[in-house]
């Protein structure tokens, strides 16, 4: 049962190329989630998935786009990366939103774009 | 005003000591909170749900106080394995939102010998 993990775990981007980061999970949840995390802002939503299929925007989603083809995974793309998405970022996934269940994360994504 | 803060710290605490972090919401109609932990270059992960009665997990005490939108975490006994930063974290459900979580910027705790 390996939870959640994410490729890659590291990567340097030129301005303007694109990637795509893959999350995925073997828990069966249907919420999944990606955020980024900056020095001094916290963790910030950018993309959630509440089921396969289905995405919608959090709080940041400017200059990222994701799908959700499957159940297990959530992608989140970059089609023009910028010197202002370079960050960590991470993903989660619950089994549910009511709120109570706990999200659980994967390992990171270090994105440094120049 | 940010959704939720937190002091960022540093704090510096000896083995032993008692340590209190302090959190603040903006959205009263706010429903579920946690205290979420994080090592370094690490993921957060869960370290407890707080309850308005208040919750207990061994050394670890949490507290709301929904009149002050105000949460507590209470670390009694610190060891050095608590060092990390401490993630205070609001869920807002119902409408888009619903699944949500508002994270503070965190509070570093480092506990020395």
């Known amino acids: 049962n390996a939870g959640v993990t994410q490729t890659p775990k590291f990567r340097v981007l030129k301005t303007g190329q694109s990637m795509t980061l893959l999350c995925a999970q073997d828990?069966?949840?249907?919420?999944m989630y990606w955020y980024r995390q900056d020095p001094g802002m916290g963790l910030r939503l950018i993309h959630y998935?509440?089921?396969?299929?289905?995405?919608a925007k959090g709080e940041v989603p400017d200059g990222y786009n994701v799908s959700r083809l499957k159940k297990q995974n959530f992608l989140l793309g970059l089609e023009s990366a910028a010197p202002s998405q370079t960050s960590v970022y991470f993903c989660?996934?619950?089994?549910?939103?009511?709120?109570?269940?706990?999200?659980?994360f994967g390992p990171g994504t270090r994105l440094l774009v120049l | 005003r940010k959704e939720v803060e937190q002091d960022p710290g540093p704090f510096n605490v000896p083995e032993g000591a008692t340590v209190a972090f302090n959190c603040t919401y903006s959205?009263?109609?706010?429903?579920?909170f946690f205290w979420y932990r994080q090592d370094c270059r690490k993921e957060p992960k869960l370290l407890m749900s707080?309850?308005?009665s208040g919750n207990e997990d061994g050394r670890f005490t949490a507290q709301l106080n929904r009149a002050s939108q105000y949460i507590s975490l209470l670390i009694r006994d610190s060891k050095l394995s608590d060092s990390a930063t401490y993630l205070c974290?609001?869920?807002?459900?119902?409408?888009?939102?619903?699944?949500?979580?508002?994270f503070g910027q965190g509070t570093i705790l480092t506990v020395h010998p």
């Open positions: 989660a996934s619950a089994s549910g939103g009511a709120g109570q269940e706990t999200q659980y």
């Open positions: 828990m069966n949840h249907e919420y």
């Open positions: 998935s509440v089921g396969e299929g289905t995405t």
């Open positions: 959205n009263s109609a706010s429903q579920s």
């Open positions: 707080v309850y308005s």
């Open positions: 974290v609001v869920h807002n459900a119902g409408g888009t939102s619903y699944g949500k979580l508002t």
